[in-house]
């Protein structure tokens, strides 16, 4: 019987948390490493140029966060299996990663052996959510919320958040977006109008809240 070699990328930007995700996998036979890193747009890009079978992704990442890299890469390779590893578990971020076609769902407290049962649970084409994650679930359905102001905001939308949040300069957001200064200004413009929000430190505030960016607290 011929066996099947997946290709597997790591995206997650806690460097120890990374190293012992790739040693986990390298040591299944079935698997090979094709790129980690942990940076979100250096990730997509990666997951873009080798297509893997199978991605473990944190959703809170530099330069593209994990939600972004999610709608992307389904967008684009929909047969890549996708695990999120986070520790984020808020009902907002849960519900957007469903919807965007998340394959299975690990909270960063998770123990070596659930974190194996949902690598290759998720490899094989099974889907695999963490405790939280289920419960968080349930609410969900017995409780769906109208969508929201996050809900509402388009990729880009939520792109410039992010890049606001990170204390680019609104010319620096305009370089890393192949945009144009004045784009990029109308872009924040908009978000700001959107939300309700009048200020950077409360645009801060909200990326956080979102799993948009990260703080020491959320490492």
């Given amino acids: 019987m011929v066996k099947v070699i997946k290709k597997v990328i790591v995206i997650e930007d806690q460097t120890i948390l990374r190293d012992l995700i790739c040693r986990l996998l390298e040591s299944y036979p079935t698997f ?82 659930e974190m194996e049962k949902a690598v290759n649970s998720v490899a094989n084409g099974q889907p695999y959510f963490g405790p939280r994650v289920i419960q968080v679930m349930r609410e969900l359905m017995i409780n769906p919320k109208e969508s929201g102001s996050f809900e509402s905001l388009t990729s880009r939308e939520r792109e410039i958040i992010q890049l606001v949040a990170e204390s680019n300069s609104t010319k620096e957001i305009a370089v890393k977006l192949s945009i144009s200064v004045r784009t990029a200004d109308t872009h924040r413009s908009n978000v700001m109008k959107k939300l309700g929000i009048h200020d950077v430190a409360g645009l801060t505030r909200y990326a956080i809240a979102h799993g948009l960016v990260q703080t020491e607290e959320t490492l």
Avoid: W
């Fill in 32 to 113: 090979k490493l094709v790129g980690s890193t942990g940076d979100g747009l250096g990730g997509y890009d990666l997951c873009l140029k080798h297509q893997p079978d199978l991605l473990v992704l944190d959703v809170m990442l530099p330069n593209l966060n994990g939600m972004e890299v999610l709608n992307r890469l389904k967008s684009q390779n929909p047969q890549t299996r996708v695990l999120v590893f986070s520790a984020l578990t808020s009902s907002d971020v849960v519900r957007k990663l469903i919807e965007s076609g998340v394959d299975g769902y690990l909270e960063k407290d998770a123990g070596l052996e």
